[in-house]
């Protein structure tokens, strides 16, 4: 019988996170597109909004977490970078769940010189399309896929990178910019 009620509580658990799944990612149609305007957002770190840096292009970054080995390979390339980016007059923008007191100490510890903000309700991912159903050791649970949005200076998307490998990644980025 408690084989039947654990069998019965994943199921159910299953169902709730498709749910939630169809409730609150976007459909294929309604994902964000090259060309696209970018949706705006708040930047809790800099008490900026994304359409503050109009005349900018922007670099935003979607990662899962703080501390994780992907999340912090990332961040340290794009730290490592950010002098190359600052000379093209590049901003960057990291968004995670995190709260902004892990963001603080992630950016103190790294030594990330760029802008991180939270998602911890996860409305800019949702915005963004990047907040989905992700399989981890057979568990289906929502999350943020590690993706990027390239905006132009006019708060245009030119370059949608989705299901990012860390590594290599924030050249991989300014390569593109070098070609716009």
Partial sequence: MELIGSYLVKFFRSLETRKKMSKS???EENKLKVGDNAPDFII?????KLSDFQGKNVVIYFYPRDFTPGCTVEAEEFSIDYPKYQEKKIEIIGVSPDDEK????FRDKMNIPFLLTSDTNNQISKLYGVYVLKKFMGKEYLGVERSTFLVDKKGIIRKIFRKVKPKGHSLEVL???SKI
């Fill in 102 to 105: 892990s963001h603080n100490k």
């Fill in 175 to 177: 390569e593109f910019f």
């Fill in 25 to 27: 990612q976007n459909s």
């Fill in 44 to 48: 809790h770190q800099a008490k900026k």
